[in-house]
């Protein structure tokens, strides 16, 4: 139980588009998500905390009109990487906690998505 | 702030020798401690972890001892096999886990058979 996805795994997309990744809690309803991003060879960085229903909550040094966060549902949450440029590539990933039972006191994490900017 | 130092990586063995990641953690409060495993393209699984001084996690024969006298957590296994190559990362959290996580830089292993 508790399994995290992402969508896409990869995406490739040219300097100045909007790419959007998706995160789903598939068998628990997430009351809190958090997006990281990882550089090569690197550790992670939280970006940004989302409650549903609410706005996120971002790190200091994140934009928040660059990365746009929408926790619309229990199960779901997406990053939009609004014109995207070479320097936002990365590899993003997101974690989700639920509301009850063990899901309320671990963050369970998502396989990632690489975005490559060209 | 919290943070979390662990040794730089990356660290090679043979199959079967012992393993050691050093992990050292700077805390305000009392959080929880956590390693993760990061297989070669794949996000983040939770290995073990400790809510209280003096806990061991353990899981797939790797085991940590929360030491709050030496603010460490240190990451064993006494066999490696050449499936346990992957990054590891030693991170904290307040509140037993469920707030931001904080994570070190990350430790490659490779074991070579």
């Known amino acids: 139980g508790a399994v995290v996805s992402q969508h896409p795994s990869r995406v490739i997309c040219k300097s100045g588009t909007s790419v959007k990744i998706e995160c789903r809690s598939l068998?628990?309803?997430?009351?809190?998500m958090f997006w990281y991003r990882q550089f090569p060879k690197q550790s992670l960085m939280l970006m940004a905390t989302?409650?549903?229903?609410?706005?996120?909550?971002?790190e200091q040094g994140v934009e928040k009109d660059k990365f746009l966060i929408n926790h619309a549902s229990l199960t779901l949450s997406t990053l939009t990487v609004t014109s995207a440029h070479p320097e936002d590539s990365s590899f993003y990933i997101c974690?989700?906690?639920?509301?009850?039972?063990?899901?309320?006191?671990?963050?369970?994490f998502g396989p990632g998505t690489r975005l490559t900017v060209t | 702030g919290d943070s979390v130092t662990q040794m730089e990586g990356p660290v090679t063995l043979s199959e079967e020798a012992f393993l050691t990641i050093n992990c050292t953690y700077t805390?305000?409060?009392?959080?929880?401690l956590f390693w993760y495993v990061q297989y070669p393209g794949e996000g983040l699984q939770l290995l073990l972890k400790?809510?209280?001084?003096?806990d061991k996690g353990s899981n797939k024969g790797f085991e940590a001892t929360y030491r709050k006298e030496t603010t460490s957590f240190h990451l064993e296994k006494g066999s490696v096999q050449v499936s346990d190559s992957a990054v590891y990362f030693c991170?904290?959290?307040?509140?037993?886990?469920?707030?931001?996580?904080?994570f070190g830089t990350g430790t490659k292993l490779q074991v070579i058979p």
């Open positions: 805390a305000t409060g009392y959080p929880s």
């Open positions: 989302s409650n549903e229903g609410s706005k996120a909550t971002y």
């Open positions: 991170a904290l959290s307040d509140l037993g886990g469920y707030q931001k996580v904080t």
């Open positions: 068998d628990f309803q997430a009351t809190t």
């Open positions: 400790a809510t209280k001084a003096d």
């Open positions: 974690s989700a906690r639920g509301k009850g039972g063990r899901e309320l006191y671990e963050q369970y």
